[in-house]
Structure formats: structure tokens, C-alpha cells
């Protein structure tokens, strides 16, 4: 069992930042790949980002490659999601999520066996 919460989301302007942490409590945490994805409403969630247990890959798509940053804190069981030069099209609810181990891409949400809640991003133009 493992259990996540995200914080940090908050409205902010266009092309300012924001910086999105996800605590995990539970079963050992470094061993496990992390992702962070997104959700508007009325669309499917949406992959954003991804790392590897060790920190030392990290993935994510190109609407968000140079301005989103993951990053994580396996001793503090934290992961971060920093995200600059936001746009109004960022807008959603952001979760983090666990792979435990799924044979999947990491960018398919179906892969992860854990989320958090959740935590509302809003983007003003």
C-alpha cells in the first residue's frame, strides 16, 4: 500500500511558476519509477512527466520538455514537479502517481498502481 499527496498547486499568471511536491508514505519509495500527470475537464489524464527510481532518468512529452522540471528526494520521499513559463493550456488538476513495477510505458496512465489526490493548477492569461 502506498499513499500519495501532492501539494502546491495555486493560480498563477501566464509565464510564472509554480513548483508541485508529492509525499509518499507507505512501502519503500525508492523503488519505484514516479510520474506526475494532468487532467482537464472533460479530457483523459495526460502524461507530464516521469522518473526513474533512481533519479537518474526522467521523461516527458514535448508540450512541457524545457519549462517542466521532476525531480525527487528518495530520503525525504518527496517528488517535485517545477513548472515555469506556464500557460493558460496547463491548466488542470495535477496527480502523482507510483509504478510499481508495470511492464507499461510510463507515460500510460494505466501503468501506475497509486494516485494522489490531486491539486488544482489554474493558468490566467
Known amino acids: 500500500q502506498v499513499q500519495l499527496e501532492e501539494s502546491g498547486g495555486g493560480l498563477v499568471q501566464a509565464g510564472g511558476s509554480l513548483r508541485l511536491s508529492c509525499v509518499a508514505s507507505g512501502r519503500t519509495f525508492n523503488s519505484y519509477s514516479m510520474g506526475w500527470f494532468r487532467q482537464a475537464p472533460g479530457k483523459e489524464r495526460e502524461f507530464v512527466a516521469a522518473?526513474?527510481?533512481?533519479?537518474?532518468?526522467?521523461y516527458s512529452p514535448n508540450s512541457v520538455k524545457g519549462r517542466f522540471t521532476i525531480s525527487r528526494d528518495n530520503a525525504k520521499k518527496m517528488v517535485y514537479l517545477q513548472m515555469n513559463s506556464l500557460k493558460p493550456e496547463d491548466t488542470a488538476v495535477y496527480y502523482c502517481g507510483v509504478d510499481l513495477g508495470s511492464p507499461g510505458r510510463v507515460q500510460d496512465p494505466r501503468s501506475y498502481s497509486y494516485w494522489g489526490q490531486g491539486t488544482q493548477v489554474t493558468v490566467s492569461s
Open positions: 522518473i526513474s527510481w533512481s533519479g537518474g532518468i526522467t
